[in-house]
């Protein structure tokens, strides 16, 4: 009976994601701290579309021949040559409204690249900001699901595995699971899910020291806040644009 439903794994990180046939997938993208999180928010607040780059070199190549804003970071701050970061914060309605945004991420707009060069059925991008709006599209489209974590520079993190964990739990009745990651980043999250910010300062995640080093810790707690910016970001034709 359960293998009349389609197949949904995680990739704990994309050092892993070779070992999973993303062909006819979707292939959910996760970089919760932060370039999920932020692409979600650029487009729920207006942005016309957002436009991934795997380096700097080409985002500002991009950025110039479009009028584009170019973002992005390397290693949490912004990268040498571009104009603006990779926080959520720094993109309200007034100023990317209309706009197109080429960004550039130490994990996550490279996962997206090795996923799309890996011949991926379709992507999104995902994070809590934009829970259900992933959870209500991966529960209708009755297909094979990987849960693509972006990690940090291949290393497995916590906060990417509690979001593959809280979709797991969402839509886990449509789907067939038989997978050690999904199983780990469902317990993690059930364990997280009452207190998000403070799991991860009790864990001392890697990533929340780092970015709390820099005085992020509002980026942070806005990153694990579920739908504050409740959109499916759907790529196509090389570009992140609503779902609509």
Known sequence: MNHSKPSLHTSLSPALLHLYDVSNAVVVIID??????????????????????????????????????????????????????NSPFEYPPAFVGGRTLVLTTTNGTRLLHMALDRGAGQV?????PNLSAVCDYLSSCKQPVILGCAAWKDRVNIEDLLFAGAVIERVRE?????????????????????????????KKASHYLRLSGYGLEKDIRYCLSPDTANVLPFYDNGKLTIHR
Do not use: W
Not at 186 to 201: I, V
């Open 32 to 85: 919760v701290l932060r370039a999920t999180s932020t692409i979600a928010t650029a487009l729920y607040n207006g942005a016309k579309c957002v436009i991934p780059v795997d380096s700097v070199a080409k985002c500002i190549e991009i950025g110039k021949q479009i009028d584009g804003i170019t973002a992005g970071e390397r290693d949490g701050h912004i990268a040498e040559g571009l104009e603006y970061g």
């Open 174 to 202: 449509h789907f067939y699971i038989n997978c050690d990651s999904s199983s780990i980043a469902s317990t993690l999250y059930r364990d997280a899910q009452n207190d998000l910010y403070g799991f991860m300062e009790e």
């Open 124 to 128: 999104i991008t995902g994070s809590f």
